[in-house]
């Protein structure tokens, strides 16, 4: 699809100072109906204002992103809700107080207030309060709710720098405020609270434990592990996502000598086919890969699943860099925020999964 060209500005802005006339500037843009890709503490969203079916428009055409695909609504306190939900759980005060600001959105009934291309065509609505000093400015001085996906292109990894966005969208949006990478490096967790027992869509920075201590049981969504879904209730459920340029296998066992063996043997023999090999591993198990001829990309530590979600886009990002032609991926344990990293990997490699 050809896109329209616009001039992209990029502004560095102070995080320590949100405030400033930058981010006022910011805010204009969206009240205007354009489009502003900001930091959050997950990663970059692309946001324009919830209320605007033409602005929200422009985010799809922007990212060519399936329309099917309902965004979330960030918003700059919790009480905001009230606005546009009629009937909101007593469960989502409990919530709101242990997690936000933070990587927590919340699905809700009652979403007749937005567009239907906020929603995705259902009768419910995702909602956040972002935990960064820049992203609560910007929607405060806006003065609307704002629908932000992730700020890059449909289906690429998702961007935790201003630069990883400019790659993606440079020419498509109006404007991306710059503040320095994300903290948390994958998205946010989706809770579903539209039904009798709360259910994770999509796993993120908030993990399942950390639900359960305010909720009790939680349940999982089949999706999180790869399984099929046609009509998605949340971002990242249906389509594969966060992939790179190359295709990617995704390896996954408890024995690491086991799973190493195999990914080895697989980048033995698609370098006997010509292919340029990229193996992404982690610092603790790096030594096994090394000096066989392969490029290797470390994200973070496997004993320390936040270092790995924090690195993982930027690591799916320098295989482009490099110009591999596979990429073979060393999985994690399905725990705590590595229940994101993996649900990450999934979708990147589309499913295909080597359990050793």
Known sequence: MEHCQRPTRLLAVDPNNPEAGLVQ????????GGLVAFPTETVYGLGANALDSRAVKEIFTAKGRPADNPLIVHISKPEAIANYIKVIPPVTKQLAERFWPGPLTLVLKGANSFPREVTGGLAT?????PAHPVALALIEAAGVPVAAPSANAS???SPTTARHVIEDLSGRIDLVLDAGPAGVGVESTVLDL???LPVILRPGGVTLRELEEVLGPVAIDPAVHGGRVEKPRSPGMKYMH?????????FEGANMKDLAGCILAEAERLKARGLRVGILTYEDTARIYAGRGYDIVLAGSSSNPGTVAAALYDSLRRFDRLGVDRILAQGIAREGVGLAVMNRLIRAAGGKVVTV
């Open 242 to 250: 966060y992939a790179p340029r190359a295709p990617l296998l995704l």
């Open 155 to 157: 289906g690429r990894p």
């Open 125 to 129: 609505v995702a909602f956040r309060v």
């Open 25 to 32: 500037a910011a805010a204009e843009v969206l009240r205007e």
């Open 194 to 196: 539209t039904g009798g």
